[in-house]
């Protein structure tokens, strides 16, 4: 009561074994320390390597000891490690014992081999956190990986990104890094991010700067998992959303639309096909996976009543001259009106939409309009807005938007933006994507390198920007996420750097900004 708040985090007085004994086989570990100690989620924080059975362990705090019973037999000739991390805390503040790490040996040797390096993201949040990243590998002849079994050996990473793997045996194993959020101690391939070596590590002597790239991947093979009708459209249910599809009709006599939704791509006839039509689908997913298939479609009469056709549009956008509008709708549409679609800047004036100002992005689903309109200095006015009357789209139903649409978006004056941010790429192989990101890490601009390694961006809003680069090496004007069933990494991505301001770039009205120079960080692997 009324005393100093304790500071002071326990001590390790003694244990059994003792530190780096060799030759001893302990069913159980006893850790004795200078005052009472309670643990804290041992299961997970508590890191043994090599693997061992962790359900069999029975971790217990008994007034100033931890007692650990293995209830396993150990492997011979093993060097082990108990990292207690920050798991051991004592009683009155929970303050985490330091450096708290048992090394003993079954064998006559203690292991000494490290492996080290440092974990990068491929897409950084803007506040970067390591937390819950680990690093493990898995010896040659291992049937386990990454994503079936804890690996035999393994780090956590620490909050600057860094990783040690220490008292490794002489050996060939294979490396993985992961964001291992629901602590299982292997990646799930569906929603945590990870990277992997595609080669081999020979270790008969320690291995430094090794550097894994993380990103989320989904390796689950692309699947149709049914069809049927949806009214006298026809559906095709997919496992997950491709990224490249295409579907033809076999007979060139059904006139029809499709677009896809989540999980799902669907046929639209523009009339009633009874009899049994066959389609050729071709689709791909991000990683690689592909269909190539026939299905056999029917587009009967039906009387369910079509949905209602929707729009919504990329309202609140600035511009200078060059006014681009995207008009997003639910299905394909089949007819504008172009009587009640036009752009209104005054009480009295307007300019008339018509068919050289607009073009559907993929004619095949027709479901993206872009407008695309230039507007002289002459009209002074800030705000333009795009009105569309209900009843001026049709889609390939025969629906109509029931409401009017308006889309406000505002000119800005010359003198409003930024010349010009230029620079050269140093250490990549073309062809490059490079990219403008805003704070809210929308792409605002974009350039696709073949010949020259220099950008330049032009006509820029004062802001906070970031710079990344993606380098293609598919070429398919894209980043390409890692494929691990087939031992294919990522497509490298990275950013501007400052030493000033890090991976910001501020951008202010008449600046031109030269010489922002990019070098490419390093490839997953070691750094040479």
């Known amino acids: 009561m009324g005393g100093p708040v304790d500071e002071t985090p326990p001590k390790l007085l003694e244990s059994s074994p003792l530190i780096e004994s060799i030759n001893t086989k302990p069913e159980k570990i006893t850790l004795t ?67 708290l790490k048992l090394v003993f040996s079954t064998g006559s040797t203690i292991d000494s081999l490290q492996l080290s390096g440092k974990i990068n993201f491929t897409f950084p949040d803007n506040k970067i956190d390591y937390k819950n990243v680990l690093v493990g590998i898995y010896p040659i002849g291992d049937t386990t990986d990454i994503f079936t079994a804890a690996p035999y050996y393994l780090s956590q990473v620490d909050t600057l990104g860094n990783f040690a ?28 991010d990870y990277d992997f070596l595609t080669d081999t590590i020979e270790l008969n002597q320690n291995a430094t700067d090794l550097l894994f790239n993380l990103s989320k991947a989904d390796i689950t093979p692309l699947r149709i998992l049914r069809t049927g009708n949806f009214g006298k459209n026809f559906d095709i249910i997919l496992n997950k959303n491709p990224i490249e599809k295409d579907v033809k009709s076999i007979d060139q006599t059904i006139e029809y639309q499709y677009n896809t939704g989540d999980k799902r791509i669907r046929i639209y006839p523009k009339i009633a096909y009874p009899d049994s039509s066959q389609f050729h689908i071709k689709l791909q997913d991000s990683v690689g996976f592909s269909i190539d298939t026939l299905i056999w479609a029917k587009f009967p009469e039906s009387e369910r009543r079509p949905e209602k056709l929707t729009v919504s549009a990329n309202s609140g956008k600035n511009f200078y001259q060059n006014l681009e509008i995207e008009l997003k709708f639910n299905k394909p549409i089949a007819r504008i009106n ?76 010359r003198e409003a933006y930024a010349d010009e941010i230029t620079g050269s ?91 922002q120079n990019i070098t490419a960080s390093p490839k997953t692997g070691f750094e040479k």
């Open 33 to 99: 320390f200078d005052e009472y100690v309670k643990l804290d989620n041992p299961s997970k924080g508590i890191i043994i390597t090599p693997r061992i059975n962790k359900d069999e362990v029975i971790f217990t705090a008994i007034k100033n000891s931890i007692v650990i019973e293995l209830n396993q037999e150990l492997e011979d000739s093993t060097t082990y490690v108990f990292d207690f991390q920050k798991s051991v805390v004592d009683i009155s503040e929970e303050n985490p014992a330091e450096n």
């Open 165 to 192: 793997i220490s008292n490794i045996k002489n050996g060939n194993y294979l490396a993985y890094a992961w964001r291992d959020e629901n602590g299982s101690l292997k990646a799930e391939f569906k929603s945590e």
């Open 425 to 515: 790429i140093e250490g990549a192989n073309l062809p490059l994507i490079v990219q403008l990101i805003d704070s809210k890490s929308e792409i605002i601009k974009e350039q696709y390198l073949e010949n020259s390694f220099n950008y330049s961006f032009q006509l820029i809003e004062p802001g906070n920007y970031k710079i990344r680069v993606i380098e293609d090496s598919n070429k398919n004007g894209r980043w390409d996420p890692s494929n691990f069933t087939k031992k294919i990494n990522a497509e490298r991505v990275f950013y501007f750097r400052n030493e000033e301001t890090k991976d910001e770039i501020t951008v202010r009205a008449g600046w031109t900004l030269a010489d």
């Open 338 to 413: 172009t009587d009640s679609l036009y752009i209104h800047y005054d009480t009295a004036s307007f300019i008339r939409i018509d068919e050289s100002m607009f073009y559907l992005k993929d004619s095949s689903s027709s479901d993206i309009l872009k407008i695309q309109l230039t507007l002289p200095d002459s009209l002074t006015k800030d705000i333009f807005s795009l009105k569309a009357a209900d009843s001026t789209f049709v889609d390939y139903e025969g629906e109509y938007n029931e409401n009017e649409l308006l889309a406000n978006y505002k000119k800005l004056k």
